[in-house]
């Protein structure tokens, strides 16, 4: 009976791991198309008052922008696998979605009662994400959403196929578009099928450069903790990355520590196209615990453990320093107390000398007498200068009244709620997808 259940046992575990590691290493790729439209020009380097652009795994694959006004490739592979042809309906495809953002980013100044003499900026972004576990490909979320001045303003919810309206002015549009019903449909069925067929078709086309990969480069370090000396942050960083999906926990005890007691950077762009991702806990310093850091990536074999030596970066400096700041001190305590014996012994000194002096006057006088000289003054006292003591006169103290202080200039921003009614005329007009 025992040994059945440890059969049992390792047959159920063995039947556990591969799909928890399946789980850990499903690919995740994305495809969205990102437009951005100023209400109108600045005079800015690279700032222009269109630009719209494609993006496969977070790697830009084209552009356009409305002072060149052409749609062009960004990555060799682009420029080799699409014909000529599809670059021209692009480039007509984006000026057309120009225009109509240039109507549409005055039709919402209109409505949110905006000045136009300040720069609004109205964004779509709108595309695909799918999973893939070895050969099979599942679409998992589409998004089709706009923001104006960095706020949302219409959502496509694709379970439901209807535009979401997180505020008033953009209720007129959700009710206009939800009225045609074609419409909703047609947005469905891009995000769950057009957008996936060409997110795979891009795939195949830079099979070779987006499956070059990049594995992690992992560090762990601790630091004091600025709002408690007696406690430590410890640091996991996993950088250098390709692609971003990755695992990492800090670990105690070979068990990883819950979510919410952990701090995290999420995943982060590199400037070399690759990713990093940080997480930190806070402890206490003397704690005895053993950390580490769990990494897993698809790049890897096995996943990288590296534990914590226990060490702070900032601690020893900060000791060493507090015994610079003592040795400074105590010499500082030193020379205070040497300045003060000779200062002393100086006064001393200068004392018995006078009193030394006014001795041998008095004898002097006295003997005078004696000898019946004439009693004529022989010079008053001396006393000792104070600027051979070392006691210099003090400066003047600083000035303790109040300044005339100048009034207070507060700038204050007039911008309208912006939150009346709009017109049923004033509505987007939907356009196609990319």
Known sequence: MGLFLVLCSVFLLGAAVPAWSDTLIAERHSLYYIYTALSKPVDLPGIYQFTAMGLLDDREIDYYNSYDQRKIPKQH???????????????QSRKSKEQWFNVNVDILMKRMRHNESDVHVLQWRHGCEIEKQGDEVKFSKGIDEYSYDGENFLSFDDKDSQWIAPVDAAVPTKRK????????????GYLEKECVDWLNKFRDYGEQDLRESSPPDVHVFAK?????????????LATGFYPKDVILSIRKYRSPL???ETESSR???????????????IIQEDEKAEYDCFVKHRTLKEPIIITWDGKCQDCTQETILGMVIGAVIGVVLMLAVGALVYFVRRRKNIAGQKRANNGSQDRAINLGHLNELPKTVIGGSQTGSDSDSGKGS???SPDDSPTNSQEAVNLVSEASSGQSSPTEAQSLLQQSSE
Do not use: F
Not at 77 to 91: A, I, N, V
């Open 224 to 236: 004091r903790c600025t709002t408690d000396k007696n406690k430590v942050k410890l640091t996991c």
């Open 77 to 91: 592979w682009m420029k080799e696998k699409m014909q000529e042809d599809y670059w021209e309906k692009g480039t």
């Open 177 to 188: 578009w939800d009225n045609v019903p074609i419409l909703n449909q047609y947005t469905k």
């Open 267 to 281: 995943i982060r762009p590199n400037h070399d196209g690759t990713y990093q991702l940080r997480k930190s806990v």
């Open 394 to 396: 003090a400066g003047p």
């Open 258 to 260: 819950p979510e919410d």
